[in-house]
């Protein structure tokens, strides 16, 4: 936008009036002879002074014209500052009426996720317990099926034992017999069991004749009898047994002449 011009005043009336004025005071002055009288001396004041006066009117009309420019641009100022008040009152009023959707969004969103948070846990909850539960079947199934497979273990040891037992004593009654192919021939049936059985941990053993008697691998035949001191055995009765290195039955024996 160009700017406004300032406003200007015609001074050239006001600067003949002066030009007038003077020339008058000159005109009384120059025509006087002798001393000037009062009425010419008052004339002349009058003339000087409106010449005066004339000359500063201009000006001052222009500095009067030039404050109410001054006062009317600072008006304007003033009430386009307040329009732009208002504006940033109204931005203000929008941000702040957006800022509350906000917060009530974030509201609405903080409420979902503590709903969702909670159901999650709750399903976790949920899950752990049913993960327990299922743990907790699954040890009672698996103690059940070892229960089951130590019986059933118990029950083919016991029965292995007896079966080693009957060749064991078919043993002792071939070499009773004193005859060299009935003995080879259990002999080597005997042998081949025990190697069958040493495959699932099950190792038979016996006891040397004349071997000290050991409390912890042999047991007398008389049951409760206690052997004396340096007692030594005779021969074995029955065989004993080992079952993955763990003692499960002591040798049966004799002792020497009998004695406990």
Known sequence: MHEEMEPKLAKWPFFIGNALF????????????????LGEISLTVFCATASAGLGITPFLLEYRALLKRAEVRAFTSVVSQLQNLESVAAQISGATSQWQEIQQHADKTTGVATEIAERMSAEVKGFTQFIEQASDREKATLRLEVEKLR????????????????????????????????????????????DVARKVGLT???????????????????????????ATIAETIAAGYTFQGKLLRPALVRLVNGNP
């Not at 003077?22 to 009288?37: E, S, Y």
């Not at 029950?155 to 064991?168: I, N, P, T």
């Open 151 to 194: 019986r059933a273990e118990a029950e083919w040891l016991q029965v292995l034992v007896r079966m080693l037992d009957h060749v064991y004593a078919l043993h002792v009654g071939a070499v009773r017999s004193s005859q060299p192919l009935l003995i080879e021939q259990v002999g080597n049936f005997q042998t081949a069991c025990r």
């Open 204 to 230: 038979p053993f016996t006891a040397r004749e004349a071997e000290p008697f050991d409390g912890q691998r042999h047991q007398l035949i008389e049951g409760d009898s206690k052997p004396v001191n340096g």
């Open 22 to 37: 003077l020339g008058a005071a000159w005109f009384i002055c120059f025509q006087a002879q002798g001393p000037l009288g």
